[in-house]
């Protein structure tokens, strides 16, 4: 089987391929507008997928993004195709929330009943994020909530740096019409990605960030998953929240 | 603070669970916003170390409500129960205190005991609905800002 229709078919199926360390960067994979649609996986155009052009230096094609408003925005990323998620995910995960909110939530990506439904933060882990929010007297309606990236990893799996590159303007387009006063990240993902460092998340929580030209206040905390599976760590996501809301109480008190 | 919204009733990642001694300043915190005799946190120390039933109302990590019993010699003597000013009205301290009856029925104790004071008609109405009945009072048994304050002494039989 030609190595092409083998990766399509992998694609599919939506298996991860992996490749040496030291391979070509699969991000110069041009792929035909035919082949970026939302089909079906089942009917995914195995036949129209080009030889991958290599080798060539990962080109990051991040969409050019104009926030004019919400509802241009969520158009655009709904039809977006700026990387390979478009092709497995069911739809695109935009956010939700109070759009006047001071809150921001970020989190990692959608999973598969985010995928589903449309929306961050739905099943367990989203019950406990709405948890965490109200401890501080939140309702979830009150704040905004988003992830870095709005299409589904396949299996879960951690973003790709290019991934994130050509999505987060899309996040940086939500916190310009925003403004937030506040930004809440939480887990490692969507930690590191915004503040570009890889420490890892113990070294980030527990101390003030800022985030872009606004400088917003930039809290760092557990991600509700894992706290579902390491519920005694939860003590110190309270810990984080208590901060957080102390930082808002600081920032909407300076303005 | 502001009271909390109504949707905290349907929240399922609000439980109970076994206090623990890294609970205890914000029990302690509670205890005092709630109280204006309030135990210290030594005393809810002791409560653990002692072995009693003692309680949490966990969101999220954070503890907005506890109780205390002690079991023995066939009784059960309910010590303490308490919710955090922004989470009342919810049904939480019905919850804890449905959780306190349910472990002394296990332990096999037949009768549940609790003070309050007179002027928490809250409380008395709440132990009312869940089975209690005044069978005496104690004379000057709580401190109060001007001077002593009765106890209503409350029982529930556990044995159905």
Known sequence: MDSNVRNAYLEALGIDRWVPRDAPPESAVVLPESARTNAPRARAPVADTPAPKLPVAPVVRAPVVAAGDWGALREQVAACTACELCKTRTQTVFGVGNTRADWLVIGEAPGAEEDRQGEPFVGRAGQLLNAMLLAIGLPRETVFIANILKCRPPGNRDPKPEEVSRCLPYLSAQIALLKPKIMLAVGRIAAQNLLATDAPLARLRGKLHHFGEANTPLVITYHPAYLLRTPSDKRKAWEDLKFARATYARAAGTN | ?160
Request: with cysteine; aromatic share 8%; proline share 4%.
């Open chain 2, 1 to 160: 603070m502001a009271a909390a919204p109504e949707v905290l009733r349907e929240v399922p990642e609000i439980h109970i669970r076994p206090m623990m001694e890294i609970d205890l300043s914000e029990v302690a915190l509670i205890e005092q916003q709630s109280y204006a005799f309030p135990w210290s946190e030594n005393i809810f120390r002791d409560c653990l170390r002692v072995g009693y039933t003692c309680r949490a109302l966990d969101l999220a990590g954070r503890i907005i409500g506890y109780g205390v019993m002690s079991l023995g010699a066939g009784e059960a003597h309910i010590l303490n129960v308490c919710v955090g000013d922004e989470f009342r009205n919810l049904g939480f301290g019905r919850r804890l205190l449905e959780h306190l009856l349910e472990r002394a029925a296990a332990s096999g104790v037949a009768e549940a005991f609790l003070e309050v004071r007179p002027s928490n008609l809250a409380a008395i109405r709440l132990y009312q609905r869940l089975g209690f009945e005044q069978i005496g009072i104690r004379r000057g048994y709580y401190q109060a800002p001007d001077g002593r304050e009765d106890a209503i002494v409350l029982k529930r039989d556990l044995k159905t």
